[in-house]
């Protein structure tokens, strides 16, 4: 974007001194070849994944397939594997919901009240986002334990909401910061209550950032492996996360095709969910995570 | 909090009987108390737990699963004896550092700069190839790089068509593969954090100076960078609390062996709390992981204070 924009002033120029011009053009060449070096490092180990994903006789070596086949993919999905598909989607859009849900009104007052209200509270959440979760988890199994929790599918999205709610509350603050006040206010004149105007202005404002919280839980939750694994034991109620490595373990060397095609599922609905964010937002998802570089 | 607003008081718009106040406060505490009432029982009080059982000998099972006795320090004196926490501490260093601070920071600072100016197409087919390894769940980013390293693999099968002898990469270095599996999943962050921070760096300063002679590397090294230390800074902290959490991506690809040679923090707390049931002293562990976590947080509180 930035460049297409300073690039327009600049044609209208005189030419560059002419000592910059074949230097320039040599280590435009040079960026050239080491980003497309760059680019296949990146892409060969997704090799397998693909070709194993279509090949009837797959193996860990990415192989062109003797015959392209889509059977690994129907084999797949089998009922257990929809099953955990859904499980995952119960899990990801109830966490997501949720957080949005519970963020949104405890984004508002920080946003809006003074800063003597809000910065320690502030201070604390950004404090929380930089704790390890993983470390978290074993109290947290012995939370469950005793609370008879475990292979609850209700608590663990409960879990997955707790542990991600500091950083959507952050972002939801900053998002609602761009939004002027003075809409409100006049909501205010004629008499309507905080929780209106939120809902009423300021929420459907924030549109782009409340679609970037809600993608950004989701996308955590939906990639999240160790949480389920630890805290859904009950093969009926684990994600497909949990599912693909237990796959993984029981099938093992006999069926790297099928486990391809499990993945690549898998990971469907991710990428096209960031796809479509980032054809929509431009890059506000990925900087969303905090850093305001 | 009515305390806290005392100095408004003076104002006259806030000149309002008690009552009106404690609506106000009220108004302004009710809505944080869902969402905070819900990170105190999934997030805050675990913590606490956490601290109360690295002091007990609590177990998964067995008598003291029902019953744990408070033992002190042992724990922790446990651990800090234990040959196997030593060396997790140090793997957790080296893999952090490695594939973090080292290669992410510097791979993703290498990309953006790389990228700046190039053509729209070239900057938008990298990008969405190393875009894609970090929006791939963690999961398959191990599964991909599993099959990649594996004996019967796709490097070896590309080392041996050029004539090269490959190896079991992941006996053989199973440190080194886990780092550059990590480089590869997370230097798309450190690239796009770059990329944006490069786009606010003044094109006519750099263009002045190349006016006057400045090469390349000293207009990067004495305008850009110095001009992207904030970035650089807070970008540095991130990665290197995402990366002291990985767990999954080397769980899928060693568990953590061959043997312990890749048992990072994350992995040995895992193996004490629920492999071998000892969760009491997986707790000691996971205390000294959040210890690490909050450090590093708290450095990062600092370099964000401005923005609250």
Redesign the interface.
Known sequence: ????V?ATPRTSRPPR?ST?GPRRRA??AV??L??AL??IA????????FL?SVSDQA?????VPHQLTLRNFADVLTGDNLHALANSLVLSLGAAVLTLV??A??A???SR???????P???GL??????????????????F?QLELLDSIPATT??L???G??MA?WMMKNFMDEVPIALEEAAWVDGAS??RALLRIVLPLMLPGTTVVFTFTF?LT??N??VPF?LLVDPAKQPA?VA??QY?GLHGTAS?GL??AF?IL??LP??VL?TLVQRVLG?AF??S????? | MVAVDLPESTRPAARRSPAARGRRAAGRILPLVPAFALIALFFLGPILWCVYASFTDVALTGATASTPHLIGLRNYRRMFADPAFGQSLWLTVVFVVGSAVIGQNVGGMALALLMKSRHRIARAVVGAIVVGAWVMPELVAGFVWYAFLADDGTLNAILRAVGLHGKSWLYVMPLLSVIIANVWRGTAFSMLVYSAALSNVPEDLLEAAAVDGASAYRRLRHITLPLMRRAVMTNLMTITLQTLAVFTLIFVMTGGGPGTKTQTLPIYMYQSAFKFYQLGYGAALAIVLLAVGGVFSVIYLRMMREEI
């Open positions: 974007m930035t460049t297409a300073s001194l910059t280590a435009a960026a050239y080491v980003l760059v680019a990146f892409l060969l180990p997704f090799g397998w994944l194993a193996s860990l070596k990415a192989d519970l963020a009104p405890a508002y007052p920080l009240y003074t800063r003597r209200f809000g910065r509270i502030l201070l950004l404090f929380a986002t930089g704790l390890p979760i993983t470390a978290i988890l074993v109290p947290v199994y012995g939370l334990v409960l879990f909401t707790a542990t709610l500091p509350i905080g929780f996308a939906w990639g492996f160790f630890i996360s693909i490595y993984f790297y486990l391809a993945s898998y990971s991710v990428v960031y890059n990925a900087l995570g905090g850093v305001k570089g």
